[in-house]
C-alpha cells in the first residue's frame, strides 16, 4: 500500500525568535540617560550638590562668558563660580582618569559593556566646561592687555582676581620699560608719566562705553535714557574725540520690559547688566 506524503501546506516550522547582537545593543543604547552619565562622573560628596546647581552654575558661566566677549567692559570675577566649577571639573578628570585605569585592567569582553560610550560622553562634557572656562578667561585678558593702566587702580582693581592682578602689573611693568626706551625717555620728565589724567584728554586709555550692544531684558529694569549725546564717555572712552560737543543733546525716556531685546549704548544699560536686570546676548 502506497502512502502518499502529506501535502506542503500541513508543515508549519517552529518559529524561533532571533534577537540580533545589533537590536540588544540599540536598546541597551537607548535606555542611558545622559543626565546619569555626567553625573555619574563626579564621585560623592559628603554634602552633593543637586543637579539643579550644576545646571544653574554652568548656564551662569556660559552668560558670564558671553557678558565678557560682547561688552566692552570687564565684569568682576566671579570668585565663587569659578571656584565651584573648577572644583567640579577637577573631580570629573580624576574620576575619568580612574575609570580609564580600571578599564585599562579589563579584558576585552568587559570593555564593550556600554561604560566606553559613557566615558566618551563626560570627557566630551568636560571639554565643554573647559572651553568656556578658557575662552572666559582669555576674553578678560584681552581687556587687561589693553586697558591696563585704566584697571590698575580704583574701582578697576577690585574686578581682577589676585592671578588677573600679578598678569596686570607684569605685563604694565613690561609696556613702560619699552615705551620708556623707545620714546619716553626722550621727553621731559613731566610729560614721561603714562598714568597722566590731567588736561581736556586723558592720556589713560578705558574702554569705550558708548559702544552699542545687544541686550534681552530678564527682568522689569527700569527706565534708561537713550538717544543722548556721547558726552558720558563711560570710564575712559577711546579718547579721539567724537564725545565731544554733543553732551547738550537730550534723550528719551525708555522702559525697558521683560522679554524685549534691543540695541542700546554700554553707558545706557551698564547697571542694569551689572543687577542682572538684562543680558548681554
Known amino acids: 500500500m502506497n502512502r502518499r506524503p502529506p501535502s506542503p501546506q500541513h508543515f508549519h516550522p517552529p518559529q524561533h525568535p532571533t534577537t540580533t547582537y545589533h537590536d540588544r545593543t540599540?536598546?541597551?543604547?537607548i535606555s542611558i540617560d545622559i543626565s546619569d552619565i555626567l553625573a555619574s562622573a563626579v564621585p560623592p560628596a559628603p554634602h552633593p550638590a543637586p543637579s539643579s546647581s550644576r545646571a544653574h552654575d554652568l548656564q551662569a558661566l556660559t552668560q558670564a562668558w558671553i557678558t565678557e566677549r560682547t561688552g566692552p567692559e570687564l565684569q568682576a570675577y566671579p570668585h565663587a563660580l569659578m571656584e565651584r566649577t573648577l572644583g567640579r571639573l577637577r573631580q570629573q578628570i580624576s574620576a575619568i582618569e580612574r575609570e580609564h585605569d580600571r578599564a585599562a585592567e579589563r579584558s576585552v569582553m568587559e570593555r564593550g559593556r556600554g561604560r566606553g560610550f559613557q566615558l566618551i560622553i563626560q570627557q566630551t562634557e568636560v571639554e565643554r566646561q573647559k572651553f568656556v572656562v578658557r575662552?572666559?578667561?582669555?576674553?578678560?585678558?584681552?581687556?587687561?592687555?589693553?586697558?591696563p593702566v585704566h584697571?590698575?587702580?580704583g574701582a578697576g582693581a577690585l574686578l581682577l582676581s589676585a592671578a588677573e592682578e600679578v598678569y596686570r602689573v607684569r605685563h604694565q611693568e613690561l609696556l613702560e620699560r619699552m615705551y620708556r626706551a623707545a620714546f619716553l625717555g626722550r621727553f621731559p620728565s613731566r610729560l614721561g608719566s603714562m598714568r597722566d589724567g590731567r588736561g581736556a584728554v586723558s592720556m589713560v586709555e578705558g574702554p569705550d562705553a558708548r559702544a552699542a550692544v545687544w541686550v534681552r531684558v530678564v527682568r522689569e529694569g527700569g527706565v534708561v535714557v537713550v538717544g543722548e549725546g556721547d558726552g558720558d564717555g563711560g570710564d575712559g572712552g577711546d579718547g579721539d574725540g567724537e564725545g565731544g560737543g554733543g553732551g547738550g543733546k537730550e534723550g528719551q525716556a525708555q522702559?525697558?520690559?521683560?522679554?524685549?531685546?534691543?540695541?542700546l549704548r554700554y553707558s545706557?544699560?551698564?547697571?542694569?547688566?551689572r543687577r542682572g536686570d538684562v543680558l548681554l546676548i
Open 26 to 29: 540599540t536598546a541597551a543604547s
Open 135 to 147: 575662552s572666559l578667561l582669555r576674553a578678560r585678558l584681552a581687556k587687561i592687555d589693553r586697558f
Open 151 to 153: 584697571y590698575g587702580g
Open 255 to 263: 522702559a525697558l520690559k521683560r522679554g524685549d531685546v534691543c540695541v
Open 268 to 273: 545706557a544699560v551698564r547697571d542694569a547688566v
